[in-house]
């Protein structure tokens, strides 16, 4: 698969990311009504009441809810936390790499177009893992 045809695949992956589950619903609350997980369930896991939980759902939807406790619900719900930001279009600028004495005695001979490509290749690994 070309570099071209992978950061397709990653901008389409992450604008569905953005997507609502659901009209008045929040990912919590979508992923542990998929699941079968009742509030109180969810809340004897996360060590928390239960009320907490409908709280931490409604926060949610409002874009009140910490990052600490998504991760939390995250792992009671045997998910995995994503927290990303979004580029609004997929053709984005080359990322730049600034050169300084200590880039250029590791990569004598090497075109910045080289180092460029390989700071990209390297993005791309990070996001596929």
Known sequence: MSEQAIDDAIFTWLRQLKMK????????????TQRGIL?????????????????????????????????????????????????????????KIRLDSAHMKEAKGRQVSDLQQEYQRSLLRTIRD
Do not use: N
Not at 21 to 32: D, E, Q
């Open 39 to 95: 509030g109180k369930q969810l809340a004897k896991k996360m060590h928390v009441s239960p009320a907490r939980i409908s709280i931490l759902e409604k926060d949610e939807q409002r874009g009140a809810v910490t990052l600490k406790m998504m991760q939390k619900a995250a792992d009671a719900l045997d998910c995995q936390f994503v927290y990303a930001f979004v580029p609004k279009s997929a053709q984005q600028p080359k990322p």
């Open 21 to 32: 589950p659901g009209i008045g619903m929040s990912w919590i609350r979508a992923v542990r």
